[in-house]
């Protein structure tokens, strides 16, 4: 029962323009989200989180919606750099319990 | 500061064999977890200590034990391998269980034939 989805297994876009990753969840006790960027050979590193309290937060290129009523979860990376290409998983926890997204690969071309 | 810290990186085991997977880390967490990520699927979390000496389950604890007798190692135990315990495992770490965020290790890929 996979209560995060990243229903986009890959994303590709040009550097500059704007990437748009997508999560939806089903669990509406869900209170804090996160999403964690991982590079090949290397454990995931926190980016951004959000409560479930707020509909935005912003740091520096990256900023996270929460459209709580929809259930769903969107990372936005402005403008994108070849650096960002990774993977990125959304996670969301309620308590004790944090679930994964099964990730999103982003490529960012030059 | 090495952070969070897995050994080893990479091994292969037979059906039936054991191991021991271990993590380390040099913050003074007090929490510690282990998950497992398998194709197509989210990190899945094993099992997870609150401090020194306490353990618990998570998500997908079975065919795995843990033990927390220091306060910065975390050990992760296969008693009899099987080939659906192929996957990468990573460790993590972080000062409580709720908001912050959780720091993960390099990962250890384990292959059992």
């Known amino acids: 029962d996979q209560q995060v989805k990243q229903n986009s297994p890959s994303l590709s876009v040009q550097e500059g323009r704007i990437s748009i990753l997508n999560c939806d969840y089903t669990?509406?006790?869900?209170?804090?989200f996160l999403w964690y960027k991982k590079y090949p050979a290397e454990g995931p590193t926190f980016l951004i989180s959000i409560s479930s309290i707020k509909d935005k937060n912003e740091d520096g290129r990256f900023t996270v919606f929460l459209n709580k009523s929809a259930k769903h979860l969107s990372l936005h990376i402005v403008p994108s750099q070849p650096g960002d290409s990774a993977v990125y998983f959304c996670a969301a926890r309620v308590s004790s319990d944090m679930r994964f997204g099964a990730g999103t690969r982003l490529t960012v071309k030059p | 500061n090495a952070g969070v810290t897995q050994t080893p990186k990479f091994r292969v085991l037979k059906t039936g064999q054991s191991m021991t997977l271990l993590c380390a880390q040099d913050?003074?967490?007090?929490?510690m977890y282990w998950y497992r990520q398998d194709p197509g699927m989210g990190l899945r979390l094993i099992h997870y200590s609150v401090g020194e000496g306490t353990t618990a389950k998570g998500e997908v604890p079975d065919g795995y034990n843990v033990s927390r007798l220091k306060k910065q190692n975390f050990l992760l135990g296969l008693e009899s391998a099987a080939p659906s315990q192929t996957s990468v495992y990573f460790c993590a770490s972080s000062w409580t269980r709720t908001k912050d965020e959780q720091f993960f290790g390099p990962g250890t890929r384990l292959t059992v034939l």
């Open positions: 669990n509406s006790m869900f209170d804090y």
């Open positions: 913050m003074n967490h007090e929490y």
